[in-house]
């Protein structure tokens, strides 16, 4: 039922792009995107909506195949700040009230 | 505003010993979440309160585990009977309670570490 992220890790050179994928078995309503660092609580980024809404508030875009059951995460000119890792938290159409969250993918970025 | 804050932030105690974890959700908010995380994995959700009630305890492991929100404010998540299974860091999450994929905004944890 946790939903598995692809690479499981990745390591970056500041200003590259980096695309973090979230696979669920089971349908989807929405998908909550945050990243955490070591220590510290997990920080929300974005969350995709079924039907194509999305809403977030930092320089990351994301997308939703709902019928794939599936969302990506697309970094772009990557940031130090971007490290962390990342968590995809997803939610099912028959339960809008908690997050079944993935398996993680760590993401590195070096100057 | 302030954000979500846990008490303590770290919790030492031994096998069989009975602790409370304490949740101060953001103001107005009227959704609050549990969930535990373990080292290296992701949060796994343990109970979701709408105001005082408890909507879903699916998450809880066994009945060592209970949480109470009397007041629909303030949350306390109670563990009897410690194992050292149960050392993980837990955290409290809040959201505005909408019911439509509000955001969570989470707490910064409480590491709990039984000996």
């Known amino acids: 039922q946790q939903p598995v992220q692809s690479p499981q890790a990745v390591i970056l050179r500041e200003g590259e792009d980096a695309v973090i994928n979230c696979s669920s078995s089971k349908a989807l309503y929405s998908v909550h995107w945050y990243r955490q660092k070591h220590g510290e609580a997990p920080v929300f980024l974005m969350i995709?909506?079924?039907?194509?809404e999305q809403k977030g508030h930092e320089k990351i875009s994301a997308s939703f195949n709902e019928k794939k059951q599936q969302s990506s995460l697309y970094l772009t000119a990557s940031q130090l700040s971007y490290s962390g890792t990342y968590f995809c938290?997803?939610?099912?159409?028959?339960?809008?009230?908690?997050?079944?969250f993935g398996t993680g993918t760590r993401l590195q970025v070096f100057p | 505003g302030a954000g979500v804050s846990q008490t303590p932030s770290n919790k030492v105690t031994e096998k069989g010993k009975y602790v409370e974890l304490r949740c101060d959700p953001i103001s107005g908010h009227t959704a609050l979440y549990w969930y535990r995380q373990s080292l290296g994995q992701g949060p796994e959700f343990l109970i979701y309160?709408?105001?005082?009630?408890?909507?879903?305890d699916s998450g809880l492991p066994n009945d060592r585990f209970f949480a109470v929100r009397p007041e629909g404010s303030v949350s306390t998540l109670k563990i009897q009977r410690t194992e050292r299974g149960d050392s993980a860091v837990y955290l409290c999450?809040?959201?505005?309670?909408?019911?439509?994929?509000?955001?969570?905004?989470f707490g910064p944890g409480t590491r709990l570490t039984v000996l």
């Open positions: 995709l909506l079924k039907g194509g």
């Open positions: 938290g997803t939610e099912p159409p028959y339960n809008t009230d908690k997050l079944i």
């Open positions: 999450a809040s959201s505005q309670g909408t019911g439509e994929s509000d955001t969570q905004y």
């Open positions: 309160f709408q105001g005082t009630g408890a909507a879903d």
